[in-house]
């Protein structure tokens, strides 16, 4: 085993921060090192930052998104269209439709999909909750933004019979081209999605 290079304050650093994702023992030792020098401008701000979120953050109660505040700050944002709910797995979706900024609505987070093989079933997911919202009667559309996986596509076939008796709209994403993206690097699945789903000019 190789011998430690820094005292155990430090080594404690970059093992903790070796664990986030996409970083390795490398890159943490790097960003280690870079919090090191730059102590006052990043390391405690940081700090403090880590500090007061891990104190603050909930699970929103209305829709499972992760937040400070409760209900979130999408749920009590009175811009947003409330009869309109895009359906996501996780809260790293929410974010990614966000940056995209293409439909103001309200968002509910299931915290995975289905997966029979994982033994992750309905009563693991945030479902019901979603039932009871469309039922509650101000929605009028349920945007199913999930995987184009087997999961997925379970997922929102089981939501979708679910809310069939609701006379909600259920719809869920294209599947095809992506913008900027070449026909001839396209897998056949995209493709043949894309053909079956063309649309009017
Ligand atoms: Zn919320």
């Given amino acids: 085993m190789a011998s430690a290079v820094a005292g155990p304050e430090i080594e404690r650093l970059i093992q903790l921060l070796a664990r986030l994702p996409g970083l ?10 870079h919090l090191i020098k730059k102590r006052e401008q990043l390391m405690v701000p940081l700090a403090s930052a880590l500090e007061a979120a891990s104190e603050k953050i ?3 109660r209305v829709c499972g998104n992760i937040d400070s505040q409760n209900p979130c700050t999408v749920c009590t944002d009175p811009r947003r269209d409330p009869s309109v709910i895009v359906v996501v797995a996780d809260v790293a979706d929410l974010w990614a439709l966000e940056r995209a900024n293409a439909v103001s609505a309200r968002y509910h987070v299931l915290g ?3 997966s029979p093989l994982d033994g992750v ?5 945030t479902i019901e909750q979603l039932v009871n ?4 009667g101000d929605v ?5 933004a999930l995987s184009a996986t087997v999961d997925g596509q ?6 979708t ?10 719809t869920r994403l294209a599947h095809g081209v992506p913008v900027g993206g070449e026909l001839d690097y396209l897998d056949e699945g995209t493709l043949a999605a894309a053909i079956k789903q063309r649309l009017p000019l």
């Avoid at 079933?121 to 997911?125: A, H, K, R, T």
């Avoid at 009028?140 to 199913?144: A, G, M, Q, R, V």
């Fill in 58 to 60: 909930t699970v929103c």
């Fill in 161 to 170: 019979d679910l809310v069939a008796s609701s006379g909600v709209k259920v």
């Fill in 140 to 144: 009028k559309e349920l945007i199913l």
């Fill in 133 to 136: 919202r469309v039922h509650s």
């Fill in 24 to 33: 390795g023992p490398r890159s943490a030792r790097r960003a280690a090192l």
């Fill in 121 to 125: 079933g309905p009563e693991d997911l």
């Fill in 112 to 114: 995975g999909t289905l």
């Fill in 154 to 159: 379970t997922t929102a076939h089981y939501i």
